[in-house]
């Protein structure tokens, strides 16, 4: 984990050198009574555990409607209007489902397991500012369920938890597929964890901050601030490794079922399969809803600054709140879309595309943008200006053509057929001629 | 030695990975908009049948209500699964009827031979496939059922109008 010592050094260091927003909300204490802020937390805890329990629910049913309008079908719509109560029948069914367990399964683990990736993907969502505060009479109440000052710490922490449940359920399955799907998903996510903790540390240094809250203000305004813009790059290289985290296509290998069977759930049946189920979605509406905070400006509303100025009403709040959804559900979509047209890497496409590539490019970029935001200071251009933004999209836009172009030659995700360098060739054909050389010139009867 | 590998110079249009991811969701997003879906809606809709599709069996019946069988017994000869079950009998004017007539649908092949070998026009497969029954002896139709199916029966190929024009 030298990886989040490294940021918490380079977030302090950014801490100093960049500005604090100014546009910005400015946080106001706490409720004074603690009563009011005891209510209100229940409130929210039970508001976000419903409206994401009901959100997870429907976002597996626009999966499969989506999925099948794309394969030219009509996917669920039997039960409820347009299939719409499909996912609590089928919850109602999982439940009665009879739960089979193999007879060789290390039991603790087997049972914990579907519970830990259930937990870690519920956990991330309750540091996540879902609209605006809102100044009611009993004081100014944020917005999310736990306004941590480590807010993004938290996240990738408690994102990397889920790993666990999925490798234990490898593990303690006792079934070969299972292990091999469990090694791959820890090798996986641990490889892009790295890429995606890297990605995201020039939001960090331009909030200067690693709370979530603070992030969202240094994006407020007309949406020119919003990180998209400012850092395209980080924004391309997290979404990519969202998609790894989540295991979803094209990032699948832990569930490749043409390999793999099932992956790490092949044993899970009824319930316990099915929270390794909503996991997965869960997890993929998690990592929407951090793209959406930390690039798109969370629950801000672009061409208008009427939700963050100062009286800071209700309707503000649910408006806010909406918008947020809007975005959420944008990159749910996305995620969805990408699913059903990408077919899966090959291993050493991932690895190479999380290692060659995107470590090295996204700790080139944090130089590029911390230099750029120092010297855009010193030339007395300060974060909070439009000129600053536009200098960054600029740079952004050179490099994302650059970086598009590097994939694009067809070295890292190629397919079989296409062009090899003279170099590697030459290369190639060396190797081979020295194992030739290297090897004994008869074997005799040795296993080949 | 050097090894014998083919290197095909590929345009890079055609070994783009970013082109041709694009290139996908652009097409999937068509499908996605594409309001003609493949689905037939079961229950409700249904496919149409060839008017030679060979299902479930109906005998055909004279003008006042009898079966039109004579049972001269050559449909349970002809079927090659075996699943007619025929027991002749006789009125006082001589005239032959089926005592029992049975066909085992669970058995049948539907090859629709029992239709083209009977002379009187009187046994046939029919254009229709629903059949569902609690039990296997269920499917075992006797006389009264399989004239009371009132579905539409195949029309046999005829060679002499290989079209069916």
Redesign the interface.
């Known amino acids: 984990m030298s990886v989040f010592a490294l940021l918490q050094i380079v977030g302090g260091a950014a801490a100093q050198t960049a500005q604090t927003p100014g546009a910005g909300l400015e946080h106001l204490p706490q409720p004074d009574s603690g009563w009011a802020w005891f209510i209100a937390t229940v409130v929210k805890m039970l508001l976000t555990f419903t409206l994401y329990m009901v959100g997870v629910m429907y976002v597996i049913w626009a999966e499969r409607r989506i999925c099948a309008f794309i394969q030219d079908r009509r996917g669920p719509n039997r039960v409820g209007p347009h299939g719409l109560l499909q996912s609590i029948a089928d919850g109602v069914k999982n439940i009665m489902k009879e739960e089979t367990y193999p007879g060789q399964a290390y039991m603790p683990l087997f049972i914990l397991a579907p519970a830990i990736s259930f937990t870690a993907a519920l956990l991330t969502w309750s540091v996540i500012p879902f609209a605006a505060p809102w100044a009611s009479k009993w004081g100014t109440l944020d917005m999310a369920l736990a306004p941590m000052p480590i807010g993004f710490l938290f996240t990738i922490a408690i994102a990397s938890l889920g790993v666990y449940g999925i490798v234990l359920a490898g593990w303690a399955s006792n079934n070969k597929y299972s292990l091999l799907g469990g090694l791959r998903s820890s090798a996986q996510m641990i490889s892009y964890e790295i890429a995606m903790g890297m990605s995201i540390i020039p939001v960090l240094l331009l909030a200067g901050n690693v709370s979530l809250n603070q992030i969202i203000d240094q994006q407020a305004g007309y949406g020119i601030h919003w990180n998209v813009i400012n850092c395209t790059v980080a924004f391309f290289f997290f979404m990519i490794s969202a998609f790894a985290e989540t295991n979803r296509l094209p990032f699948d290998l832990p569930e490749a079922e043409s390999e793999l069977i099932a992956g790490y759930h092949s044993e899970y049946s009824a319930m316990k399969f099915s929270m390794f189920f909503i996991a997965e979605y869960a997890n993929m509406m998690t990592a929407s809803a951090l793209m959406a905070t930390l690039f798109l400006g969370g629950w801000d509303i672009p061409f208008t600054t009427w939700d963050n100025v100062a009286p800071h009403t209700f309707i503000k709040t649910l408006v806010t709140f909406g918008v947020f959804w809007v975005k959420l559900l944008f990159f749910v979509f996305v995620f969805i879309w990408i699913r059903w047209t990408l077919p899966r890497f090959r291993y050493d496409q991932l690895m190479a595309l999380g290692w060659k590539f995107m470590l090295p490019t996204a700790i080139a970029y944090v130089v590029v943008v911390a230099s750029a935001s120092l010297g855009l200071q010193y030339a007395g251009i300060p974060i909070d200006s439009w000129k600053f933004s536009v200098a960054m999209l600029v740079i952004n836009v050179v490099m994302m053509v650059l970086i598009v172009g590097v994939i694009d030659r067809g070295r890292l995700i190629s397919p079989a057929y296409s062009r090899l360098d003279k170099r590697d060739l030459a290369k190639l054909r060396q190797a081979r001629y020295d194992r030739a050389r290297f090897q004994p010139a008869t074997s005799e009867g040795g296993a080949d | 030695?050097?090894?014998g590998?083919k290197?095909?110079?590929?345009p890079?249009e055609q070994?783009?990975?970013?082109?041709a991811?694009l290139k996908?969701?652009a097409?999937?997003?068509k499908?996605?908009l594409?309001t003609?879906?493949?689905?037939i809606?079961y229950p409700e809709q249904k496919w149409p049948l060839s008017p030679r599709w060979r299902g479930t069996h109906r005998m055909l019946t004279t003008e006042d209500g009898k079966a039109k069988c004579v049972a001269c017994g050559l449909c349970p000869t002809v079927c090659p699964a075996n699943c007619i079950k025929l027991v002749p009998g006789e009125d006082e004017n001589g005239n032959r009827y089926p005592l029992v007539f049975e066909i085992d649908e669970f058995r049948c092949i539907f090859c629709g031979y029992c239709q083209e070998v009977c002379p009187e026009e009187a046994i046939h497969v029919g254009r229709h496939y629903e059949n569902s029954e609690y039990s296997r002896e269920g499917f075992v139709y006797d006389l009264e059922r399989l004239m009371a199916q009132t579905h539409p029966v195949c029309e046999m190929w005829d060679p002499a109008d290989p079209k069916g024009e």
């Open positions: 030695m050097a090894i590998v290197v095909l110079d590929r890079i070994t783009s990975y970013v082109r991811t996908g969701m097409l999937t997003l499908h996605l594409d003609d879906k493949v689905t809606q």
